[in-house]
Structure formats: structure tokens, C-alpha cells
């Protein structure tokens, strides 16, 4: 290996890793206070529970036999002066709250995204956005999102959603997909994505994730050369064709130029022929280094496995 | 044909046991799109799972049960050939099950003769055997099948037919804030066209948060992954070992620090040595409640194989700002610089830098925003560049008088260099929708998207939508859609001008509300 600065053993990590798990056997019991029932709530706020019925927050009656239990109060503090003292300043509502606030409520039961995303990059930590920017609960729907399509993440990302408008797209408008096919918000170990941005593509397009014999290592999010498949595609939508980020030819020459010979020897290749006209294994090839077509003799040469001057099975 | 009788008799049985029942939500559609459409059917993306014919919806359907039980299903044109389902029963801290289908295509060629399709199923389930404990697995199936043609020889059929299968199973422990989770995931890739691009993935993750005990501000992540693919009929298989860990903190007042590492080895059969990368972050940000908040991060990344090393460092600072209470502003700025410290790499060093901004103002009527970004990526060895400026404005605004408005507009600019040329862009990107109140028992909509691509490129794209619903009564109402596509590629590259498309679409339907 070459030497490189830090920490660089999986297995160290590993065992820092299995120390942290080990201390969530040793965390700390949370004293609960006692507090009004449901139906003391619900004699002034008459029907609010029908809100709830065909949501995951449907009101129980007492815990059950695993101790489960959602109440009024499991979301809504300070309910005891409340009651004796009824005034909307008293009563917790987490809509209302600071983002600190609202998430020490939610992670009472569930594990916001918050928590889990102490890595990456998540913008949406650093903006101060809470739970019930993009969840509901009184009529909200099975997930508890205020809505589950791109139209209400584009709400604040505009510029995105017009990217799936454009001529080549991820069907999201058609609501064939939604943004949280493709972005993980349970904490994954890549910005909103989740583990590695191919391995994320490959979930649906394993035809080209490899690995190949031969790679195009441009496309490899785990070699030193590349940066996955974004390295190439635009995953929200293109002017181009198949989500390409620029034309074809142009895309190839922005990192390999014209490469020496090809202009001469071939009469202007990359202004009368498209790179990929030859090297149509762009992803990767099972059949030469040069990923070119195994077809191409058969195409323009003089039969298979032959293209005039090159044996294209090398 | 078997699918879609199941589908329509599962759907039936719903809406029969709706009819009997009494205690449901949801609503019932019935309709039939009528669709005339002339010109290359593969230029037009938002058109390509529209289909003339019969159309039977079950939309946001819910039943509920006395002892909490919850069934909901959402079943999006069932009869039809881009079909979007789910069905799940629920119970809150016992589990539930979820059932999903989902089915479109991608038309290739002129005539929409060649296409490939996609379709996708699967089912998760999870139970909570113990209170702190959730069990959970699942299985599904993708599938797509069709003929593709070649990008830019028309003439070119790539038959492409392969199954993709996973399952995975795991556990969830949790305990206040705390929570451990074990995953084994698996795949299964099968090609008939290709053997050898078969293939089987499998992947351990096991990942826990935790605050610390007794310094509950202190937060603990940790994880560790191992990935695996295999290529089934060669000898290749890739191997990818993660392991992260983090820590975030809730200094009092406002202030939080967060810290992550990552490392990640690969290695491919064959390789002489293996592929690492390894990433170091740290954020420091304050929050005035309500008021405002600033955050500094910084990313040192290593990418590091025997020949070649790769040192990232990257830098970014954000901050928002509640001017008054309806008007607040953001901005933010990211740089990262890729150096290559040993060996050589083909597109050697890279500068990255990223400025956004963007104000929104909220008021009783709605919420208008602006928002600007600019990205610049700079690879000067090898004489590199791709130069890009964003600018969108939305508005959504309700007026309970008379309506609701949505609207968008996107305007970028960009310029791609390199040593052979250079490729620009232009770009405006309109959408917006009108709707009235409901008056006399109606209500009319109308909206439309625009889309014009200029310079090195000369496309331009329209739809038109005008809808129409009557509540003829009560609970039932009858709703008409119509709307118009149209495509222009004017660059004409191919020199038939071969990439027109035009479609008049109108939907009827007859919608009952349980």
C-alpha cells in the first residue's frame, strides 16, 4: 500500500465501530412524568383523533403488553399545565418549534434522520430544517410526508425538478420514481445517497455496473480514476441524450481529446464519426482494452475480430 | 394479461369490501384516455406511458380497524401498462407489510415499435417480536425487457432482456435514542442476452447511533459494511470493505460540531493491491433560534491505490438569516481541490467551486423564492473546463377567493471547454398551474411547461394541460383533462429532421369519493 496520512485500517475502524454499538447497551433510561389521557385532550379538541386514524400516530387506548403507546402527550408537552391553565402558549406543538426542539420530541420514539446523518455532507442539517418541514402528522399520509412526490421537494429545489423536465429524465414528473428512490435520508455513508453513488445506480441498472474485464475507469466510483457514473450523466435530467452531461463526442474529449492518430488515420474522427461509433463499450467491456465494438470489423473492416489495421480483440 | 386480471380483480374486491364496509377513505376512478400522437415517439419523455384506452384507479385508500389495524393501497392505473401500486396493512409497534408494483417503459424508435420496459415488484415485511426490537425482510423482483437502439445509429437493435432479484433480512434494536441495526442484503442479476454479465452482489451492514450516557449531547455513529460483487460465470468479483464513524455534539446555545470518518477498501480479483478511500469531515455551525445560523465544514479525502494517490480538500461555508419573519435569505459557498500526490491519473487536478444564494418570502398568500447558484470544475492539465450558472424563481400563492397559483421558471447557462472545442448551453425551463375555487359544484384548471434549450443545442418542448371536474352528485364527480405535447429537435444533427413529435391527449374520468 502506499502510505497515506491517518486512519487506514478497516480493522482498527472496525473495532471503534463495535465500541460505539457496545455503548448503546449502557445508554440511559428516560424518566417519564405523569401526564392527562387522551380522552381529557380530546373533551376540547373534539375530533382530532379522527386525524390520526389512517396514519402510523392513531391514537392508542393505553400500552399494549410491549409497553406500546401513543398518546396526546407522546408528541404535545407540557400538557399537564395546559390542562389546568388551557392557553395555546402552554402547549407544546413541535410545528411550532425550533428545530433542536422538535427532533429531542421525534427521536422519543423514531430516529430522525437528523441523528443518523452525522455523516456526509447532508445539507439539510446545516439549514436548520426540522421534522415537520417535510413531515406531517394530523392527515398526512401513509409515509408522513406532506406530500411524497418531486413536486414537494422541488418546492425549495426548483432548479432540480426543471432538470427532470428537460429532454432526457429519470421518470419522477410521471411519478414512475421519487427522490427518495435514489436519496437516502436514513443516514448512508455518501451525501443523501446511498452507499457510493454507483452502487446506488446499480440498484436498477446492474447491466452495466460490472465489474468488467476491462473497466472504463471513469465509471468506477472506487478506483483513483473515477468518480462513478455522474462522472458522465446528469441523473436528474439532460438536454442531451441518455442523460448525458454534454454530446457524446464532447463528453469523451473532456478527458481524452483527440488522442494521436485518430484524427489523422481516420480522415477526422471525432468531427465525421462519433467516439462511440468504435468504442461502444463505454461502460466496460468483457472483450478489449480499448472498448471497442467486438463487432466492428463486421461494421466498417473487413470481418470479425478485424478492422483494417487492428485486431480488435486484442 | 394474468397480471393485469389479478390486479382488476384484487382492485374490485377492494372497492367491493368498500361498498359493504363503510368505515374506508379513498377514491375510486374510472376513465379512458383517448391519445392521437404524430412524429418520433422517442422524443418525447413525458409521453412515452400514456396509452389509449380504459383506465381504473384506487387512489389514497385507507381502512381502518377498530384494534388499530390500518389497510391502504394506492392503485394507479391498474389496466394500464404504466401501472404504480402499493399495498400495505400496518399496525403501529406490531409491524406491518408492504406490497409494491410498479411497470413503465423507454420508447426507443420512431414508430414506439421499439422500447424496453422495466418492471418492478416487491414486498417488505417487519414485525416488532419485543418492544425494543424490529425484525425485518424482504423480496423483489425487476425485470426489463425490450430492444433498445443504438445512440446515434437508428439502425442498431440492442436486445436487452435480464432479471434482477434481492432479498434481505435484519434486525433493529433500539432503546430511547439509541439504535443498532443488522442488514444482510443479496442480488441476484440474470442476463439473457449475456451470461456473462450474470452476476450476484451481496452485502453486511450492521450501523448504530447512541448518545453518549450522561452527555446526552454527545452523539455517536458508527457502522461497517462489507459489499461483495461477483461476476457468476468468470472469475471476477469486487470487494469493498466500509467502516465510518461520527460524532456530533450540541454545545449549549446553539453551537453544534460534527465529526465523520469513512474508509472504504476495494480490490478486484487480480488486483495487485487494493483501492482506498478515505474521508475526514468536520462542521462547526451556531443557530440563533429563529433567527439565523452559520456553519464552516471542511473534507480532507484520500483516494489511494499502489501507483496513484489523490488528496481532496474541501471547504464550505453556509449561513441563513431570517431578515423579518417573512423574509429570509441563504447563501452558501464550496470549494474542493483534487491534487494528484503520486503517480498520474488522466485527468489529473481538479478545482471545484460552488456559490448558491437564494431569498424566499412567505406571506398569507403564499411563498415566492429566488434562487441563483454558479458551479465551476477546472481540470487544467488537461486543458478542461465545465462552467455553470442556475437561476429558478417559484411562486405558490392561494387566494381563497379565487384560486390557487403554482409557478416556476429556471434559467441556466453553460459552457463546457477542452482542448478539442467547446460545447454551450442556454436553457429556459418554465412550468405552472392554475386552479380555481370550486364555484356552482365546478372547478377549472390550467397549466402548461416550457422548455427551450439554445446555442450549441436547438430543442424546444411544450405541454399545455386544461382540466375541468363537476360534482354531478354528491361524492361523484366527472373530470376531463386535456393536453397537448409537443417536441422540436431544430439541430437537426441526423439531417432528416426525423425528431418532431406532437400529441393531443384528453382523459375522462369519473372519480367517486368514499
Known amino acids: 500500500m502506499a502510505k497515506t496520512p491517518g486512519f487506514r485500517s478497516p480493522a482498527i475502524a472496525g473495532i471503534g465501530a463495535l465500541l460505539i454499538m457496545v455503548l448503546i447497551l449502557v445508554s440511559v433510561v428516560v424518566a417519564q412524568e405523569s401526564q392527562p389521557d387522551n380522552e381529557t385532550c380530546l373533551m376540547c379538541h373534539e375530533g382530532l383523533d379522527a386525524s390520526l386514524m389512517a396514519t402510523t400516530h392513531r391514537l392508542t387506548k393505553g400500552a399494549d403488553k410491549h409497553g406500546f403507546q401513543i398518546s396526546c402527550v407522546s408528541c404535545h408537552t407540557g400538557a399537564a399545565v395546559h390542562v389546568e391553565d388551557p392557553s395555546a402558549e402552554n402547549i407544546g406543538n413541535p410545528a411550532r418549534m425550533t428545530t433542536v426542539d422538535q427532533n429531542e420530541i421525534c427521536s422519543g420514539c423514531h430516529q430522525p434522520h437528523k441523528e443518523q446523518g452525522t455523516l456526509g455532507f447532508d445539507p439539510h442539517i446545516g439549514q436548520d430544517l426540522g421534522c415537520t418541514d417535510c413531515h406531517g402528522v394530523h392527515d398526512a399520509g401513509v409515509s408522513l410526508l406532506l406530500d411524497d412526490d418531486g413536486e414537494f421537494c422541488g418546492q425549495c429545489h426548483v432548479a432540480v425538478v426543471s432538470g427532470f423536465r428537460q429532454r432526457s429524465n429519470h421518470p419522477l414528473t410521471s411519478g414512475n420514481i421519487s427522490c427518495v428512490s435514489c436519496h437516502d435520508f436514513s443516514g448512508g455513508t455518501e451525501p443523501l445517497v446511498g452507499h457510493g453513488g454507483s452502487t446506488n445506480c446499480a440498484s436498477c441498472h446492474q447491466e452495466l455496473a460490472g465489474p468488467f474485464r476491462f473497466e472504463h475507469e471513469a465509471g468506477s466510483s472506487f478506483s483513483t480514476e473515477g468518480d462513478g457514473c455522474v462522472a458522465c450523466h446528469s441523473p436528474h435530467g439532460s438536454p442531451n441524450e441518455r442523460l448525458l452531461t454534454q454530446p457524446v463526442s464532447s463528453l469523451c474529449q473532456s478527458c481524452h481529446g483527440t488522442p494521436a492518430g485518430h484524427m489523422v488515420a481516420h480522415s477526422g474522427i471525432g468531427s465525421a464519426y462519433a467516439c462511440v461509433d468504435c468504442h461502444n463499450a463505454v461502460h466496460g467491456s468483457n472483450d478489449n482494452r480499448g472498448l471497442l465494438d467486438p463487432q466492428l470489423g463486421t461494421k466498417f473492416g473487413d470481418g470479425p475480430g478485424s478492422c483494417y489495421c487492428h485486431n480488435v480483440l486484442d | ?514
Open chain 2, 1 to 514: 394479461m394474468k397480471r393485469i386480471l389479478w390486479i382488476s380483480l384484487l382492485t374490485t374486491a377492494l372497492l367491493a369490501g368498500m361498498a359493504v364496509a363503510g368505515d374506508f377513505r379513498g377514491d375510486a376512478k374510472v376513465g379512458y384516455v383517448y391519445l392521437d400522437q404524430e412524429g418520433n415517439q422517442a422524443m418525447n419523455q413525458p409521453t412515452y406511458n400514456l396509452y389509449e384506452g380504459g383506465v381504473l384507479s384506487l387512489e389514497n385508500f385507507r381502512y381502518t380497524w377498530d384494534n388499530g389495524l390500518r389497510l391502504f393501497g394506492d392503485f394507479d392505473n391498474v389496466t394500464m401498462n404504466n401501472r404504480n401500486m402499493v399495498l400495505g396493512l400496518q399496525k403501529s409497534g406490531h409491524g406491518g407489510a408492504t406490497l409494491r408494483h410498479n411497470k413503465y417503459r423507454r420508447v426507443y424508435s420512431f414508430d414506439g415499435e421499439r422500447y424496453t420496459r422495466r418492471e418492478q415488484t416487491s414486498g417488505q415485511v417487519w414485525v416488532h417480536p419485543m418492544k425494543h426490537v424490529k425484525v425485518f425482510g424482504g423480496y423483489g423482483l425487476t425485470r426489463k425487457a425490450g430492444q433498445m437502439l443504438d445512440l446515434l445509429d437508428p439502425e442498431s437493435i440492442n436486445e436487452v432482456d435480464y432479471s434482477q432479484s434481492y432479498y434481505n433480512a435484519g434486525a433493529e434494536f433500539t432503546y430511547n435514542r439509541s439504535r443498532l441495526e443488522v442488514e444482510y442484503r443479496g442480488s441476484s442479476y440474470g442476463d439473457d442476452i449475456d451470461e456473462l454479465r450474470d452476476r450476484d452482489t451481496r452485502r453486511l451492514r450492521a450501523s448504530a447511533v447512541t448518545p453518549v450516557p450522561r452527555y446526552e449531547n454527545l452523539l455517536l455513529n458508527a457502522g461497517f459494511q462489507n459489499y461483495q460483487g461477483k461476476m457468476v460465470n468468470r472469475d471476477d468479483t469486487l470487494t469493498a470493505n466500509t467502516a465510518w464513524l461520527g460524532a456530533r455534539w450540541f454545545y449549549g446555545d446553539g453551537y453544534t460540531v460534527r465529526y465523520s470518518f469513512v474508509i472504504d477498501r476495494a480490490r478486484r480479483t487480480g488486483d495487485v493491491v487494493a483501492t482506498d478511500n478515505v474521508v475526514n469531515v468536520i462542521y462547526a455551525g451556531k443557530t440563533w433560534r429563529q433567527k439565523g445560523g452559520v456553519q464552516v465544514g471542511y473534507r480532507y479525502r484520500v483516494n489511494d491505490d499502489v501507483f496513484d494517490e489523490i488528496n481532496d480538500n474541501g471547504y464550505v461555508f453556509s449561513g441563513w438569516i431570517n431578515a423579518t419573519p417573512m423574509l429570509q435569505f441563504r447563501a452558501g459557498f464550496g470549494s474542493e481541490t483534487s491534487e494528484v500526490q503520486e503517480g498520474s491519473t488522466l485527468t489529473g487536478d481538479q478545482d471545484r467551486t460552488r456559490f448558491w444564494g437564494q431569498a424566499r418570502y412567505r406571506c398569507s398568500y403564499g411563498t415566492l423564492r429566488l434562487k441563483g447558484e454558479s458551479r465551476k470544475t477546472e481540470n487544467d492539465d488537461i486543458g478542461t473546463s465545465a462552467d455553470f450558472v442556475r437561476f429558478g424563481t417559484d411562486l405558490a400563492a392561494t387566494v381563497e377567493k379565487y384560486g390557487s397559483l403554482v409557478a416556476s421558471y429556471s434559467y441556466s447557462d453553460g459552457e463546457y471547454e477542452n482542448t478539442d472545442g467547446t460545447f454551450t448551453l442556454r436553457q429556459h425551463v418554465f412550468n405552472g398551474d392554475v386552479y380555481s375555487i370550486e364555484y356552482m359544484k365546478a372547478q377549472i384548471g390550467f397549466g402548461g411547461t416550457y422548455v427551450r434549450s439554445q446555442q450549441d443545442l436547438d430543442i424546444e418542448s411544450f405541454s399545455v394541460r386544461m382540466s375541468a371536474m363537476y360534482e354531478f352528485m354528491p361524492k361523484n364527480k366527472i373530470e376531463v383533462i386535456y393536453s397537448a405535447h409537443n417536441f422540436d429537435d431544430f439541430s437537426d444533427v441526423v439531417g432528416t429532421y426525423t425528431e418532431y413529435y406532437t400529441a393531443n391527449v384528453v382523459e375522462v374520468n369519473l372519480i367517486h369519493e368514499f
